[in-house]
């Protein structure tokens, strides 16, 4: 199984510049795709990138095209909700470490998964989460 959670950079960059991911996390996204298995994606994540276009730091095509590849047949993308059992995962996911909520959530979703998560964050790849970089 080669299931992935994905931080909210690495999917941006996945879509709009793979060349801005590492060679791990690019391999871990292919791999990922190859397999059929899924890439998950925090909700909060979908929200924080809405949030960019709202910015004018993305564009609403780039939101659109994520909206295309969250629901196409085939997606290898997969949005996770924030769920009560990912909340209550927060506890594990030291605040004084990893400060912003987001970012905990979404290290949150990858610990309570069992998953490794895709991420550049110095931050949480300092943490007791397994990350792909």
Not at 101 to 121: G, K, S, V
Request: aromatic letters at 8%; hydrophobic letters at 50%; charged letters at 20%.
């Amino acid at each position: 199984m080669s299931a992935f959670v994905a931080d909210t950079h690495a999917v941006i960059w996945y879509i709009l510049n793979q060349d801005a991911l590492s060679s791990n996390a690019r391999a871990a996204f292919d791999s990922a795709a190859a397999s059929g298995d899924p890439v998950y994606l925090s909700a909060i994540s979908v929200v924080e990138i809405r949030y960019l276009v709202e910015k004018g730091k993305l564009t609403t095509v780039f939101f659109d095209r994520l909206d295309e590849a969250l629901n196409s047949a085939d997606a290898a993308l997969v949005v996770i909700p924030v769920t009560l059992e990912i909340a209550r995962t927060l506890n594990e996911i030291s605040r004084t470490s990893i400060p912003e909520m987001p970012d905990r959530i979404i290290a949150a979703t990858a610990f309570y998964l069992e998953l490794a998560l895709i991420t550049r964050d110095r931050k949480i790849q300092a943490s007791v989460i397994k990350t792909v970089w």
